[in-house]
């Protein structure tokens, strides 16, 4: 099974879509494919958000569209069915761990502190998500991380914004940071979708 980098390539920002409608949804992965995404994260936040994904794989067949919010395994079940190209979770448990060993496409769990960074070590993940990881301990917690789990590389998602995203990604044990700061709840109630396409492009320049 490929991993979840691998998916990311050279795109090193996982934009986060939260929609309250289908077409909303669509609406802002449009918005982030103008500016060369083609990943992104449709959080499970909205009663819309499985027609979310469902819609976007329809018409953006292209774009790589991921699950996150897993929060069960009927969550992660019903995020399958909808076509997720791959899940994140916000944090894990032997339990999710025991069927994300079935589950057929890439996985990101959840951590915020170091048992939870060596349980997913011991499950066999190199690949993790950090969150939410300004109150997690942010940049000098991925510093010590990165001195313990060298093998072990983030996705730091809560927190991060235009401001400090990029001070993340300086970091070796950064793959890619997420955040919604990138479409911004405001852009998307006011249909301003060329503004989320301009902040995707400043975060990818």
């Known amino acids: 099974m490929s991993s979840f980098s691998s998916l990311m390539g050279?795109?090193?920002?996982?934009?986060?879509?939260?929609?309250?409608t289908a077409e909303e949804g669509l609406n802002i992965a449009k918005a982030m494919g103008a500016a060369g995404?083609?990943?992104?994260e449709?959080?499970?936040?909205?009663?819309?958000?499985?027609?979310?994904?469902?819609?976007?794989?329809?018409?953006?067949?292209?774009?790589v569209v991921g699950a996150g919010t897993i929060l069960d395994t009927d969550i992660l079940a019903k995020a399958l069915e909808a076509g997720?190209?791959?899940?994140?979770?916000?944090a894990t448990s032997p339990k999710l761990?025991?069927?994300?060993?079935?589950?057929?496409?890439?996985?990101?769990?959840?951590?915020?502190t170091a048992s939870d960074i060596l349980l997913a070590y011991e499950y066999g993940?190199?690949?993790?998500?950090?969150?939410?990881?300004?109150l997690a301990g942010g940049i000098p917690f991925l510093k010590a991380m990165g001195s313990v789990f060298q093998t072990m590389k983030f996705n730091p998602?809560?927190?991060?914004?235009?401001?400090?995203f990029a001070d993340f990604l300086a970091l070796d044990n950064v793959i890619a940071v997420?955040?919604?700061?990138?479409?911004?709840?405001?852009?998307?109630?006011?249909?301003?979708?060329?503004?989320?396409t301009a902040a995707c492009k400043e975060a990818l320049s």
């Open 10 to 20: 050279t795109q090193t920002l996982l934009p986060i879509i939260q929609a309250d």
């Open 37 to 40: 995404i083609h990943l992104v």
């Open 42 to 63: 449709v959080v499970l936040r909205t009663p819309a958000s499985y027609d979310v994904i469902k819609l976007i794989k329809k018409e953006l067949p292209d774009m």
């Open 84 to 90: 997720s190209d791959y899940i994140i979770t916000p």
């Open 97 to 112: 761990y025991e069927a994300f060993a079935k589950c057929p496409v890439p996985v990101l769990p959840g951590v915020s």
């Open 125 to 134: 993940y190199t690949e993790v998500k950090l969150f939410p990881a300004s």
């Open 157 to 164: 998602t809560g927190g991060i914004n235009a401001g400090n």
């Open 178 to 196: 997420g955040g919604t700061w990138v479409a911004d709840k405001k852009w998307v109630k006011s249909g301003d979708w060329a503004a989320i």
